[in-house]
């Protein structure tokens, strides 16, 4: 009694528009070019639906344009003026041709006539199930029949079948299973793709073999769990199916001559649906190790390159021309969390905060002299002094800035020629620094109000 899907229902892509850009419109355009209520079809995503109910009752916020109107029918329409106010846009999607195409370009190199006919017939159905499926099966109904956008699967019920009754099927975790064990965990971080034209091959119960006073009672045990129990999570810890499910469930199995206990169905069931979660995030976890220690292997290779440099001066101590340092300064270095600069017109006021949230040094001081002061501190510097002479420290920054700025041209070269690859420069200055223990910005010409250390 179990059939391939195809055989009792057709299974459909959502609706493609090609260019969402311009086919998909929401109340803000419909208003401001008054596009009239006939060429407007209320077109759901899979981000308006919930997968804590099984019959869905979202209300619109995207519509298709759908006007098949020819332009000279059109003489004074909203419709008319949204379409030649879009049709010089540049085109969203650039794949087909890889060129810069406007919207109407693009569009009309995918033929089809009239270039803001809609592409595909928007056909609306009452049944809808996601492409991606991680741990929550149950597809998607709607009492009044709706369109809804690609990232779903539309499934029609064949001649002769309600829909209902093809919903109720579906609603069945025999139906969940089937996704379980003929799906292929291939959309990334574990989620089971239910491919249009595979899941046609899915096995099902074949409505058509049942009685009427059969088809009727299974409408009304699924209408039973619509009404009182939401869509199990399988993944979840409390996964357990309600009364109402188990009954759908232990009815359909009995209909189909199945001799198979539902406990035994749902413990493998959740099992197959925790592996592929477990084998996702193991796989997720070791590329994530593989990219730290590929950044950490090539952040310290540039470290050792560049770190004597680092290491041949001090911060403020070797930029300063005989001037007295006469402000020492101590810190847990490992222990700061921020600071934070205060401009008080000539003067600066500044605050150094630990993690704790304590404040461990607080001041005010000439601009130079704080200025000098928070950058030994980026410098990676816990016991040092400054001086108090504004001119000494302004000199000293000026000449540190000089200084630094080689060792940073030196860094974001090394960076850009590593053999790690595009993608990654940010994390990788980011580990090379660290590994430096000194602040990114400490060459900074500007510092900002507020410094992470």
Request: glycine share 6%; hydrophobic share 40%.
């Amino acid at each position: 009694m179990f059939r391939p899907l195809g055989d009792i229902a057709t299974v459909s892509l959502g609706y493609k528009s090609l260019q969402n850009d311009f086919f998909y419109v929401n109340k803000a355009t419909i208003d401001t070019y008054g596009i009239e209520k006939k060429y407007l079809v209320p077109i759901f995503m899979l981000r308006d639906l919930s997968a804590s109910v099984f019959e869905q009752t979202p209300k619109p916020t995207v519509w298709l344009f759908a006007c098949k109107d020819k332009l000279g029918d059109l003489k004074g329409t909203g419709a008319l003026r949204y379409i030649e106010a879009m049709g010089d846009r540049s085109a969203s999607d650039k794949k087909q041709t890889g060129n810069n195409l406007t919207i109407k370009e693009a569009l009309e190199a995918q033929s089809g006539g009239v270039w803001f006919h809609p592409k595909a017939r928007p056909n609306k159905h009452h049944i809808w199930l996601r492409k991606a499926i991680s741990s929550v099966y149950a597809p998607f109904f709607f009492e009044k029949a709706v369109l809804v956008d690609q990232r779903l699967n539309s499934i029609a019920p064949g001649e002769g079948i309600e829909w209902k009754e093809l919903a109720a099927v579906l609603t069945s975790s025999t139906f969940a299973y089937s996704l379980e064990i003929n799906g292929a965990a291939a959309m990334g971080a574990g989620a089971l793709e239910a491919a249009t034209t595979k899941l046609r091959d899915y096995p099902v119960l074949d409505i058509r073999d049942l009685k009427a006073t059969q088809r009727t009672k299974l409408a009304s045990l699924a209408k039973a769990v619509w009404t009182s129990e939401v869509p199990v999570d399988w993944a979840s810890e409390q996964w357990q199916p309600g009364k109402n499910l188990k009954a759908l469930d232990e009815w359909l199995l009995t209909a189909a001559g199945r001799n198979v206990p539902v406990a035994q169905m749902y413990d493998d069931l959740r099992s197959a649906c925790l592996a592929r979660a477990v084998v996702a995030d193991d796989k997720k976890k070791k590329t994530k190790k593989q990219k730290s220690d590929s950044i950490g292997n090539v952040a310290e290779s540039i470290v050792q390159t560049v770190s004597p440099v680092i290491q041949s001066k001090n911060f403020p101590n070797d930029f300063v021309n005989g001037a007295v340092l006469d402000l020492p300064m101590t810190f847990d270095r490992s222990s700061l969390e921020d600071v934070s600069i205060l401009q008080l017109l000539d003067s600066c006021e500044i605050e150094v905060r630990t993690r704790a949230g304590s404040v461990a040094y607080q001041g005010t001081h000439p601009r130079p002299v704080a200025e000098a002061i928070i950058r030994a501190l980026m410098w990676g510097r816990s016991q040092f002094s400054v001086s108090s002479d504004r001119k000494a420290m302004d000199e000293a920054i000026n000449k540190f800035l000089a200084w630094v700025s080689k060792t940073e041209r030196d860094i974001e070269k090394a960076i850009s020629e590593s053999a790690y690859g595009t993608g990654y420069e940010d994390a990788l200055k980011k580990e090379v620094y660290r590994r430096l223990g000194i602040h990114p910005l400490s060459g900074a010409k500007v510092l900002p109000p507020h410094i992470s250390l």
